[in-house]
């Protein structure tokens, strides 16, 4: 478990990035922030692994407070993956995601087995150990800076807008291979997001931020769709409008779903969704399906 | 014309191939001096300019002071300084770490300048202490830019070497001060071609050094990106 206890950051220049949060992370759980930019979300992720160190109060994990240890071992035992991966241009694939076993001392060749483990675990092909992250796609990048963030088998996962610069279809493929891999691995997730349908997509927990780390709305999707806190979370989620204002229109196979701009979105069915992979494009409830 | 052959005349006259005053002897001298003005150079310079790299502090000062060494005319600098020092090697020396400072200084931060600073914050994030930022991302990525520096304080420093030569010192600006009072100008044009061949040679080893001290991953990057904007 993660905890923020009215934690402030505020920068040299004088702008409050984060002002008095109070926030519990829930640990095996995946936690999204999100909130457009200037809301201190990546700020806030970022004080979790010291990489920011908050003015004032304090952050604990497990109740230890992270203040008193050292960034660097703290850093080491605590998994991040970074928008455009983030990867050391001259060092293999391989030699990549083991850049933390090698940091905590884990022989060479041992170290070397276990990347080779996880590029099958995050779904790359072994073919590519050897090459360099220039020739890799943004998609097999990203998925290179996942294995590497999970190389110490880490309780705690920092995702930093980890999909943000991919295509859409690959971010899909993305996005579905990170909930495949939370079933697997049940890590404590601390996902960045500045797209909601991405935080509704993989969140346990959504924290909506607002501007200057202020928490607009904490919740499970169904909370937060079922009763969005104001207007600026309404407006945020879209359920004012378009592609998350549904209403049902009878049809001949059964009810259609007609969403806000009056085009069909999908039918109505009786069984609700069922465990196991969802694809694209499926009409899917959020958190309905016992993650 | 008849300059050339008697200066080829003189390059392979056995004469002057031989003993303290040779050709062969007065190179090893040269070579020997430039090594010693970049040792000391880099000594300065490459600390200073990847630190100024590392933490990103002090970058306007160090363009401000390494533009006034450029600007320093580097006989003037010989010259006085052999005044204030006394004749011998120790003030061209001075003089030519003064040159040799700038170009070293400029490729080390401008190397460090030069790698994404993503990269260097994502390498911090995943529990690299200071030293390995430096170490296994700094450095490594600097080498393009810290070569070219390197490559323009050596061709400097050889070739102003010779210059110092209006002083008791070795080197082969000797043949060249040497010659001239006396009118032997296929010596002064000898010791021309020795020194620009030289400066050739050298600056070929590092141009291959560099080439090879580029990180792989770095050449496909470049090769990635040009057939991007092919």
Request: aromatic fraction near 4%; proline fraction near 6%.
């Amino acid at each position: 478990m993660i905890e923020f206890r009215s934690v402030t950051k505020q920068f040299p220049d004088g702008t409050r990035a984060v002002d008095s949060l109070s926030l519990v992370i829930p640990s095996r759980k995946t936690t999204v922030l999100v909130g457009s930019s200037g809301s201190g979300k990546t700020t806030i992720l970022r004080m979790i692994n010291r990489m920011v160190d908050p003015t004032s109060g304090v952050v604990e994990i497990d109740g230890d407070d992270i203040a008193g240890k050292e960034p660097v071992k703290l850093r080491r035992g605590i998994g991040y993956v970074m928008q455009n991966s983030g990867l050391l241009p001259h060092r293999k694939v391989i030699d990549n995601i083991a850049t933390v076993l090698y940091l905590t001392g884990v022989a060479r060749g041992r170290a070397r087995g276990r990347a080779l483990e996880l590029m099958d675990t995050v779904g790359l092909d072994r073919a590519f150990a050897d090459r360099y992250p220039s020739q890799l796609s943004g998609g097999q990048q990203q998925r290179v800076g996942v294995a590497r963030g999970l190389a110490v088998d880490p309780n705690i996962l920092l995702m930093d807008e980890p999909f943000g610069a991919v295509d859409p279809i690959v971010r899909s493929e993305l996005q579905q291979e990170l909930l495949r891999l939370q079933r697997e691995l049940g890590k404590t997730v601390v996902f960045v997001t500045h797209d909601i349908d991405e935080a509704f997509l993989l969140g346990d927990q959504i924290a909506i931020l607002k501007t200057g780390g202020e928490i607009a709305q904490l919740g499970t999707p169904t909370e937060i769709l079922s009763n969005p806190a104001d207007d600026f979370v309404s407006s945020f989620v879209g359920t004012d409008r378009g592609a998350r204002a549904l209403h049902l229109a009878p049809g001949r196979f059964g009810n259609l779903v007609i969403d806000g701009t009056g085009r069909p979105a999908g039918i109505l069915v009786n069984e609700s969704p069922t465990e196991g992979p969802s694809w694209p494009g499926q009409t899917r409830g959020p958190s309905t399906d016992g993650r | 014309m008849n300059n050339w052959l008697d200066a080829l005349a003189w390059l392979v006259d056995p004469e002057n191939l031989t003993g303290p005053g040779g050709v062969p002897a007065r190179t090893v001298e040269h070579l020997g001096y430039t090594l010693l003005t970049l040792v000391i150079a880099a000594a300065i310079a490459l600390p200073i300019g990847y630190l100024i790299g590392h933490t990103g502090r002090g970058r306007g000062l160090a363009v401000a002071v390494s533009g006034g060494f450029r600007a320093l005319p580097t006989l003037g600098l010989v010259t006085v300084l052999a005044l204030l020092m006394g004749l011998g090697i120790l003030a061209p020396l001075t003089a030519l770490v003064i040159l040799a400072i700038p170009p070293l200084l400029a490729g080390a931060y401008a190397g460090v300048g030069a790698v994404e600073r993503s990269t260097i914050d994502s390498a911090r994030a995943v529990g690299m202490t200071e030293w390995q930022v430096f170490a296994q991302v700094e450095l490594p990525l600097s080498l393009p830019l810290a070569i070219s520096g390197l490559r323009s304080a050596t061709l400097q420093v050889i070739a102003t070497w010779t210059v110092a030569a209006i002083l008791p010192v070795g080197g082969l600006g000797r043949f060249m001060l040497d010659g001239l009072p006396v009118r032997n100008y296929a010596e002064v044009l000898g010791g021309a071609i020795v020194v620009i061949l030289l400066a050739l040679v050298i600056d070929a080893v590092l141009a291959g050094t560099q080439r090879i001290v580029i990180p792989r991953g770095v050449k496909a990057l470049r090769l990635a990106s040009k057939r991007m904007h092919a």
